[in-house]
T-cell receptor, first 114, second 113 residues
Framework: DTAVSQTPKYLVTQMGNDKSIKCEQN?????MYWYKQDSKKFLKIMFS???????INETVPNRFSPKSPDKAHLNLHINSLELGDSAVYFC?????????????FGPGTRLLVL | QQPVQSPQAVILREGEDAVINCSSS?????VHWYRQKHGEAPVFLMI?????EQKGHEKISASFNEKKQQSSLYLTASQLSYSGTYFC??????????????FGKGTLLTVNP
């Protein structure tokens, strides 16, 4: 069983479109995250949810909107896609959010905006 | 602030040792180490916590100097499977909740036969 799964694995789309990425974890964790890894491999946190509540909201364009329907799922919706949004988006989860928690990463979604 | 990793890249022959360093300009609560192979997700290696606790793989060793805000990852008797990009991630602060992991730029390790 995959611990943290993401769909889709690849996403190729045109500028201006709206797209969503879905994440699910079966580890029973309370905390989930979205990270963006750019072409230079820089891995940066975007959002974090703890028990469906948004707890970390980095400086991200408001075209990005996360949603957590329950603590096992965290989705990312992106409006009006731009060329600079091309990156690999990783979902991750951890038991809690109080520090020193192992984060388990999903396989990533490779987004290419043309 | 983003932690600084060194070296940026290192090439080894199988069986050789390597040390990867991570330093921060702020007080740290924990340091996390991950390895990422090309086209794959980062994989957890180790966490070092303020106060000396460590969690991670038995075959990986690392140190955390809280006073200097520095951590080092020690890779001994390297194997081909050790190749990948190693990231350190740091959590700052001295208590509380909603910790945020900030990653360094990574160290590319290549192990050749």
């Amino acid at each position: 069983d995959t611990a943290v799964s993401q769909t889709p694995k690849y996403l190729v789309t045109q500028m201006g479109n709206d797209k969503s990425i879905k994440c699910e974890q079966n580890l029973g964790h309370d905390t989930m995250y979205w990270y963006k890894q750019d072409s230079k491999k820089f891995l940066k946190i975007m959002f974090s949810y703890n028990n469906k509540e948004l707890i970390i909201n980095e400086t991200v364009p408001n075209r990005f909107s996360p949603k957590s329907p329950d603590k096992a799922h965290l989705n990312l919706h992106i409006n009006s896609l731009e060329l600079g949004d091309s990156a690999v988006y990783f979902c991750a989860s951890s038991q809690g959010s109080s520090g020193g928690e192992t984060q388990y990463f999903g396989p990533g979604t490779r987004l290419l905006v043309l | 602030q983003q932690p600084v990793q060194s070296p940026q890249a290192v090439i080894l022959r199988e069986g050789e040792d390597a040390v990867i360093n991570c330093s921060s300009s702020k007080a740290l609560y924990s340091v996390h180490w991950y390895r990422q192979k090309h086209g794959e997700a980062p994989v957890f290696l180790m966490i070092l916590l303020k106060g000396g606790e460590q969690k991670g793989h038995e075959k990986i060793s690392a140190s955390f100097n809280e006073k200097k805000q520095q951590s080092s990852l020690y890779l001994t008797a390297s194997q081909l499977s050790y190749s990948g990009t190693y990231f350190c991630g740091t959590e700052g602060g001295s208590g509380g909740s909603n910790y945020k992991l900030t990653f360094g730029k990574g160290t590319l390790l290549t192990v050749n036969p």
